[in-house]
């Protein structure tokens, strides 16, 4: 659609925004990773420059072209992205936390391709480090911090759980054992929860559409009026 139609709302904002998966390497042709398109996380990206904003994209591997106006930053592990993410943050206005972070990592990567023998593989996995949340405890006041979470289930209480666990002002949540939602579609179905933990709302629609809608809601809880 037109430009014209989106107001500058952003204009001298920093957003940060981080997407798409993160890979584990278990040898050099081989990864455990969680599953992302990264299509929600680059329609923020790009929502966010069409209102205005500077941009910086913390990005897995993903089949998308780069958001144009992005400084994008690719990263491939866990570790990489929380790297980037903290050189980043302090600068930024608002981080938007779209990235399906792997939850495990292994820490005995092989350095040659591990040839089939028949035989079984045993890996020992160790949880990858909460980005979010240590993100969340190093924060400046005037930041605004938005997680996600992809769940089989949405329990509210559970997603209000999940808000004050990592310390965000807004969680995103969508439910990925929803036909036609979530993961590499178009579409999606978002149960917002805002306002501290206090207040839910949903909405449908494109992603891109979705990716206006809770830039909207950022804003809105910045100018501390959602009511
Ligand atoms: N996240 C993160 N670092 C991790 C795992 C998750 O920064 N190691 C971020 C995600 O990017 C997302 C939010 O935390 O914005 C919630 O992710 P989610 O996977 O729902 O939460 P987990 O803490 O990993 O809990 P679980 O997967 O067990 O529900
Ligand atoms: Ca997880």
Same mark, same amino acid.
């Given at each position: ?13 920093t ?27 680059y ?37 990489e ?39 079984e593989?045993t ?27 992809? =769940?089989? *289930?949405?329990?509210? /209480?559970? $997603?209000? @759980?999940? !808000? ?5 002002? +807004? ?30 709302? =949903?909405? *449908?629609?494109s992603? /891109?559409d $979705?990716? @206006?809608? !809770? ?5 809105? +809880? ?6």
């Amino acid at each position: 659609s037109n430009e014209s139609t989106y107001s500058k709302d952003l204009l001298g904002k920093t957003v940060l925004i981080s997407a798409g998966p993160t890979y584990e390497p278990i040898d050099p042709v081989r990864f455990i990773g969680n599953r992302s398109s990264g299509k929600m996380g680059y329609a923020l990206a790009e929502a966010s420059i069409r209102r205005g904003a500077k941009v910086h994209l913390i990005s897995g591997p993903v089949a998308l072209p780069p958001p144009q106006g992005a400084n994008v930053e690719y990263v491939e592990t866990a570790r990489e992205m929380q790297e980037m993410l903290f050189k980043h943050f302090p600068s930024a206005d608002i981080l938007i936390m779209a990235a399906a972070v792997s939850d495990y990592t292994t820490d005995s990567t092989l350095a040659q391709k591990k040839k089939k023998d028949g035989t079984e593989w045993t890996l020992h996995l160790k949880e990858n480090p909460d980005i979010l949340s240590a993100l969340t405890k190093s924060r400046h006041p005037g930041q605004t911090i938005m997680g996600f979470a992809a =769940e089989t *289930s949405l329990v509210r /209480k559970e $997603l209000q @759980d999940k !808000l004050r666990r990592k310390g965000v002002d +807004l969680l995103a949540s969508n439910n990925i054992s929803e036909p036609g939602s979530g993961f590499g579609s178009e579409n999606n179905s978002i149960l917002l929860l805002t306002h501290d933990g206090s207040s839910f709302e =949903e909405k *449908s629609g494109s992603k /891109k559409d $979705l990716a @206006d809608w !809770l830039i909207d809601r950022i804003i809105l +809880l910045r100018n501390r009026i959602l009511s």
